[in-house]
């Protein structure tokens, strides 16, 4: 039977999100404060998110409050259906801007790592894209009503026009599909940043399950999609937009939690040094021209190519820090001669 009040199911994952969100926020936070100490333009970008998500919880707080997830008969007195609709209202720039903000987090990160050109440009283009449409349909949804209020004055008398809801709901899709895309593609990226590097099992189990993760989130944009539509229901709208809401709050929550797990490995690392799993050792290995450093202090020295020849070759140096995590997050590739002098 179908629930006559889903507001406490909106409650419920705002909630879960908003405390899931801000733990690992304040980990990151600390993590490249005190870790590492280096805190970077991804870092402010995350917390920028991080506060438009607060406050997107909040106005979804507000809106349970006025009607959120309850039939339009059902709300009591009726004139709590203009203030619920203006918070719901409220919550879409928010999550728009969020989201502006955690994928340029993201993108800043792997750009920190991206040796190749065509990487970079990969990245950059994606971004670019993302965040043009972003501003497009952040100005479209604000605008879709002039003034603006009468997208929920209009139940109350008030004067004004709105454009046809199908075209907000055609952009909604659009939206949903390039943020989608942009999500697989931060996601995969870093597969054919390592996919040649010599990496020990556990960086490999790291990387991947940060990608799992944000494959994870994208995922929640995916099921969103067939929901999208309800947004031409004007005669029960704040019923009919519920899990629009709930899988919006999901998508930027788990987001948020996926890019800051990304950056949490230095901690770990400082918790379980002493252990055989995490690794606290340090080896040096020199074999056929190859050399390979691991340190627990977070320098990884990854020779790719073998002694082509006695005297001269070239070494690939891979080397991450403590200021990011997993490895593959922050590597910095140089390349350097050497000879063997024991030849």
């Known amino acids: 039977m179908e629930a006559e009040n889903r507001g406490p199911q909106v409650t419920g994952v705002t909630t879960f999100f908003l405390l899931l969100s801000t733990l690992t926020i304040l980990a990151r936070c600390y993590c490249r404060t005190f870790v590492i100490r280096g805190f970077g333009l991804d870092d402010w970008a995350a917390i920028v998110a991080w506060v438009f998500f607060t406050l997107f919880c909040s106005f979804a707080y507000a809106g349970v409050a006025h009607g959120t997830g309850q039939h339009a008969w059902n709300i009591k007195p009726a004139s709590e259906i203009p203030i619920g609709l203006k918070w719901w209202w409220a919550c879409e720039p928010m999550y728009v801007l969020g989201n502006m903000a955690l994928k340029f987090s993201i993108a800043i990160m792997l750009l920190r790592i991206a040796a190749s050109k065509i990487h970079k440009i990969i990245i950059w283009a994606t971004l670019i894209v993302l965040e043009l449409y972003s501003g497009f349909y952040f100005f479209l949804f604000?605008?879709?009503?002039?003034?603006?209020?009468?997208f929920w004055t209009q139940y109350t008398g008030g004067k004004g026009t709105c454009i046809d809801p199908r075209i907000t709901v055609d952009a909604t899709y659009g939206y949903s599909a390039i943020s989608c895309g942009v999500d697989w593609t931060l996601a995969i990226m870093p597969i054919f940043i390592i996919w040649n590097l010599q990496m020990n099992s556990r960086t490999k189990i790291s990387v991947a399950l940060i990608l799992a993760m944000g494959a994870t989130a994208s995922t929640a944009t995916i099921v969103r999609i067939p929901y999208i539509q309800t947004l031409e229901d004007q005669a029960d709208f704040l019923y009919a937009t519920t899990d629009v809401a709930i899988w919006s709050i999901l998508?930027?929550?788990?987001?948020?939690?996926?890019?800051?797990?990304?950056?949490l490995?230095?901690?770990f690392r400082e918790f379980f040094s002493r252990s055989k799993l995490f690794g606290g050792s340090s080896s040096h290995v020199i074999t056929g021209g190859r050399y390979v450093r691991s340190e627990s202090i977070g320098i990884e020295e990854i020779g790719l190519r073998d002694g082509c020849c006695k005297n001269a070759g070239t070494t690939t140096t891979i080397q991450s820090d403590l200021a990011y995590a997993p490895d593959m997050d922050g590597i910095r590739v140089t390349h350097e001669n050497w000879v063997d002098r024991n030849a």
């Open 142 to 150: 604000v605008l879709q009503c002039r003034p603006s209020a009468y």
């Open 265 to 267: 490995r230095p901690l």
């Open 251 to 263: 998508e930027t929550g788990l987001g948020i939690t996926a890019s800051c797990l990304a950056t």
